[in-house]
């Protein structure tokens, strides 16, 4: 495989876990409103000041992205390649749809600072601007995937709109929220406010993962529609096979701290005297959480490399 491509997925991958961790903060930061009180008012400028700044830092992952596509584009060494990214930007499709893309990220960025500026209002909007912002980089990225393979405004690019926007939610939600847990944070010090938390957390992961599913299934479906012999013979096959290994590895860990360990945590935070196991509780849902962020870091990569291979 060519340096130049290979630089691509690394970038993609790049650009996956940014949106993934900017609609991750926001998800956070409307959880766990209501939980902790002032605590969690106090708290809220600074997730959105951290989701304003992985929004702009997703913006320049899309310019560093434009180089090495013009480079690709137009043949010529990757410090030649700025007299091609015009062209680019003007004559092809990509050009338009990253335009889209580096547009939303603006949005999104100017979302997150903009919420930042009013203390106490988690909600409100600027969470409003911000999911704006994450549709059109959505729409933007849709545009220049294979879901774009048989033009634009099309059902097929659509749900690829919402599996890109359910899968930031899902894995930036865990993500983030692992990173929470193990931090000692006011809004969530107590027993009862870290249980609400996990449920909020449970139930958005779940709806997140139906629809994932529901359009993951229909992506490749037609991704492989015109596929000739055994799927897994194909270097995209073997890929997806991939993907879905971790997808499953998430829903598994998801699942277990759902049946298992969030039902613990919400009896132990309901009795006085359950401090020991309500403390345990907690710790085992964390690392399963903590494991299942590593393995969403691990879908979300293998995603750039299969939005990079041929069906």
């Known amino acids: 495989m060519d340096a130049l491509v290979v630089a691509e997925i690394a970038v993609a991958a790049v650009q996956d876990v940014l949106f993934a961790l900017a609609a991750g903060m926001l998800a956070v930061r409307l959880m766990t409103s209501g939980i902790g009180g002032a605590a969690a008012g106090a708290g809220a400028p600074r997730w959105s000041r951290w989701q304003g700044g992985a929004a702009l830092a997703l913006a320049c992952a899309l310019a560093v992205y434009l180089w090495l596509q013009a480079a690709v584009m137009s043949g010529s060494p990757l410090a030649e390649a700025g007299s091609a990214v015009t062209a680019v930007l003007t004559e092809s499709h990509f050009g338009l749809a990253w335009s889209v893309g580096c547009a939303g ?5 100017l979302g997150g600072f903009f919420s930042a500026g009013r203390a106490g209002r988690p909600g409100g909007s600027g969470a409003t601007v911000t999911a704006l912002g994450a549709l059109v980089y959505a729409a933007g990225r849709a545009a220049e995937s294979h879901a774009a393979d048989t033009g634009d405004f099309t059902l ?43 449920s909020r957390l449970s139930q958005l992961a779940t709806a997140a993962l139906a629809i994932v599913a529901a359009t993951g299934i229909y992506n490749a479906i037609q991704d492989t529609a015109h596929t000739v012999g055994p799927l897994l013979g194909e270097a995209y096959g073997r890929v997806l096979a991939a993907k879905l290994v971790l997808v499953c590895a998430t829903v598994l860990l998801g699942g277990a701290n759902r049946m298992v360990f969030l039902p613990r945590m919400q009896v132990a935070a309901a009795s006085g005297d359950a401090a020991l196991a309500q403390v345990q509780a907690q710790r085992r849902f964390g ?25």
Not at 105 to 109: G, L, S, W
Not at 175 to 196: F, K, M, N
Not at 287 to 311: C, K, N
């Open 156 to 198: 097929r690019e659509a749900v690829h709109v919402v599996h890109l926007g359910s899968t930031a939610l899902w894995a930036g939600s865990v993500i983030v929220s692992a990173v929470l847990l193990r931090r000692r944070e006011t809004a969530l010090s107590g027993g009862p406010q870290r249980a609400a938390f996990c």
């Open 105 to 109: 990220a603006a949005v999104m960025a």
């Open 287 to 311: 690392q399963l959480l903590a494991v299942e962020a590593l393995a969403m870091l691990g879908v979300l990569i293998v995603a750039a490399v299969l939005g990079h291979t041929s069906p």
